[in-house]
Nanobody
Framework: QVPLVESGGGLVQAGESLKLSCLVSKRTWNNYAMGWFRQAPEKDREFVAAISWNSGSTHVSDSVKSRFTISRDIPKSTVNLQMSSLSPEDTAVYYC??????????????????WGKGTLVTVSS
């Protein structure tokens, strides 16, 4: 069973909002940090946001902090990324990831245990 499956990507216009969801498999995610990364064409993968599955504490990259919000819904087994005021610079494949025994603010610089296959977000100008 694939542990992480992203959904919600698509084509939107600049200024619009979009919500991505990461469906996590039915297993225990206690002590995991869950997060989102993105990779734009011809660019390195970039950390976006992370959340502690246990506590719900979050850490969001400064580059998107004013526009993106990460949350988790334990009963629905999802990790969500709400994105607003999107711009063409946000165009990328967005990946869900998970790492055990990691604080959310360390996720940007750590190796992940699990990755999803990604969902494409395209923002037109």
């Amino acid at each position: 069973q694939v542990p992480l499956v992203e959904s919600g990507g698509g084509l939107v216009q600049a200024g619009e909002s979009l919500k991505l969801s990461c469906l996590v498999s039915k297993r225990t995610w206690n002590n995991y940090a869950m997060g989102w990364f993105r990779q734009a064409p011809e660019k390195d993968r970039e950390f976006v946001a992370a959340i502690s599955w246990n506590s719900g504490s979050t850490h969001v990259s400064d580059s998107v902090k004013s526009r993106f919000t990460i949350s988790r819904d334990i009963p629905k087994s999802t990790v969500n990324l709400q994105m607003s005021s999107l711009s063409p610079e946000d165009t990328a494949v967005y990946y869900c990831a998970a790492r055990k025994y990691l604080a959310p603010d360390r996720m940007g610089s750590s190796v992940m245990d699990y990755w999803g296959k990604g969902t494409l977000v395209t923002v037109s100008s």
